[in-house]
């Protein structure tokens, strides 16, 4: 039926209420309707007279996106996008709390209600599908769901319609989707109307100064999920190609990814919303992860970058046997578990970017003994980490996994750095008959090819931290050996420059990349030198990096010489874990400033990571997360009162205090600088 507004249209001249009924016919009437448990967002789906479907999003009444359409395009059979009917609807309603195996904190509540909405085709050939949507107080998921049905034996999908039409005028923080550089560029602040196709997460504040960040959650034998701006502020999903010319191909019965939205009134709420991305993924599969144990690594590695050594073999190779034991001894006297080891293995030599045809993952260069090494490691109470560099000849690589991960298991190297070095567009997929053809770093071929390589691993105990990935959208609830990821402008671009990474950098990766998941960032530059050029940090900042961008496998990326120079600050790298029981975000803006807290899960220690852009500040933090009653020494490292990242970053301050959580402290941040606290309990 239309509504008032339009009824009272109609009733005008015979031929403007003929016009008027014509439009009103075609007017989406809301055919069903969820709310969070909370009552503060509201989800519609809506049908318009001749069945296309959209839906629409609210926030305490509100208007927060517009009718957006849903839908698709088929090959050899159309699209899916009008003549639909409702068919049924189901609601259900879920509140349990579930444990993480390591992670930002211990315990996740699952809080959602949720609506099942099934459609049907008018006419031929009255194909099925539905949409389903979770939604929490402080955000939504969606999918579509493809049952078995006659007729539809697969579906091969040319393009995903699903709209996201921004009600409110907002600011958007974004990456650039389908270039060359995968996910690796600085974050563009633009207005959202600005963007043209961007990645996910996609990050905006609305002049009212709502947060909402888009994504997608357990992203399975599909295409990623790229925004691409069609006109004013509405997006369309853009799904990465495949190599066939479609985007997606799957046998029925499938499922999408979720495509999620996370609303908050803040930036710090927004972030504590990634929780969301976790509930939308299975639970566990693997069982018993306990043989993964979060900790700090060490690594020849930041010497490669400054070009001091090499991965190729030669006079200046890094990954020699007695340069690891020096790394193995380091790491030991001071507590670090791993040690990563790159270069190890053949096919460094000559051109092996985006060319990885000679890799070898399963015996090592003749100077470096990799059994006599890894029993050496053992003895000392630290492991080998693997380094699997595929330069995107993938197939080449899953020719060998299976046997190299066996390798590893037998000399107890229980994580493994994958990598996936060459321009986006160029994995390397071997066919059937043998031709080659190239794929892109998140299509669908490549999302199957990680998840190949989980389930490798996890056969032999190992698990991944994967370089130049795809996105992380909460597979780690699932498969828990995928315990860390890249896929972001990381610490190596302090070394190489042009340009190196600005203050405000880890302020936008806070609320933009780091939503999705752990980050492999490699803090710890305690030199703050790269090739040539100084990055753009205080020492105190590299410390807080440590709370503030979370992995469970966190390196200690400097070279030992350095730390020896600096052995006051190395004590914070020493002491802060890489596991949590709970993590709160104290404060923070987009790209300017953010404070975290984060309670050790396995003591009653807190650990407090602030940093800023580049200006400097004054933070007032209430400890009222300290447990009440209770006595801390607060250890505190703080930029000096006279450092600066451009000209004096290595000024540093060292000092104790008692506290307890009736506290209020005042840190100062240094232009771009940063302040690190641990909170020891007494």
Known sequence: ?????????????????????????????????????????????????????SYRVQRFGEPVIDDSRLGFRLRDSGTLERNLALASTATNSADRTWEQPWGERRF?????????????????????????????????????????????AEAIIDDELTEFVVHDPATAWWIPAGEWNRYEYLYQRTPLDQVTQA???????????????FHEAALVDYAGMWLRRTEGQRFRAQLAPASEGWKVRRALPFHTPWRTLQIADSAASLYAS???????????????????????????????????????????????????????????????????VEGWNPGWDGQWFGNGYDFDFTR???????????????????????????GCAVSHYEDQMDAAFALDERLGIDVVKTGYVCDAGQIERRLEDGRVVREWHDGQWNANHHQRVLEAAARHRVAINAHEPIKDTGLRRTWPNWVSR?????????????PTNPPEHEANLVFT??????????????????????????????????????????????????????????????????????????NGEVGDFVTFARQDRNSADWYLGSITDEHGRLLQVPLSFLEPGRTYTAQVYRDGDDAHWRDNASSFVREEREVTSADVLTLRLAAGGGQAIRFVAR
């Open 1 to 53: 039926m239309p509504d008032p507004a339009c009824r009272a249209r109609t009733a005008l001249a015979p031929l403007v209420a003929l016009l008027a009924l014509v439009a009103c016919t075609a007017q989406a009437a809301t055919v069903a309707r969820v709310e969070s448990p909370g009552q503060v967002l509201a989800v519609e789906l809506d049908l318009s007279g001749e069945g296309r479907l």
């Open 108 to 152: 996740v509540r699952d809080h959602h209600n949720e609506l099942r909405a099934s459609f049907t085709e008018t006419i031929a050939p009255g194909r099925r599908f539905d949409v389903v949507v979770r939604v929490f107080d402080d955000g939504l998921g969606f999918r579509y769901e493809f049952p078995e049905q006659d007729g539809l």
């Open 199 to 213: 990645h996910t997460p996609m990050t905006l504040r609305t002049d009212g100064g709502l947060h909402i960040a």
């Open 274 to 340: 990634s929780d969301l991305i976790l509930n939308l993924n299975e639970p566990n599969r693997l069982g018993d992860v306990s043989w993964f144990k979060p900790a700090k690594y060490v690594g020849i590695w930041w010497s490669l970058h400054l070009e001091t050594e090499t991965w190729a073999t030669g006079r200046k190779h890094g990954a020699t046997t007695a340069n690891t034991k020096r790394y193995i001894d380091f790491a030991a006297e001071h507590g670090f578990r791993g040690v990563l």
């Open 364 to 390: 090592a260069t003749p100077d470096f003994d990799i059994e006599a090494l890894s029993a050496y490691a053992t003895s000392k109470g630290v492991h080998l980490i693997g380094h699997h560099e595929t």
């Open 486 to 498: 890249e896929g972001a402008r990381g610490m190596e671009y302090g070394a190489w420059g042009n």
């Open 513 to 586: 990349r780091m939503l999705s998941g752990p980050m492999d960032y490699t803090p710890g530059i305690l030199s703050l030198q790269g090739r040539g050029q100084a990055i753009q940090t205080t020492l105190a900042k590299q410390l807080a990096l440590y709370v503030v961008l979370y992995s469970p496998v966190q390196m200690v990326a400097d070279l030992p010489e350095n730390y020896a120079r600096h052995r006051e600050a190395l004590r914070f790298i020493e002491d802060v874990p890489a596991d949590w029981a709970d993590t709160r975000v104290l």
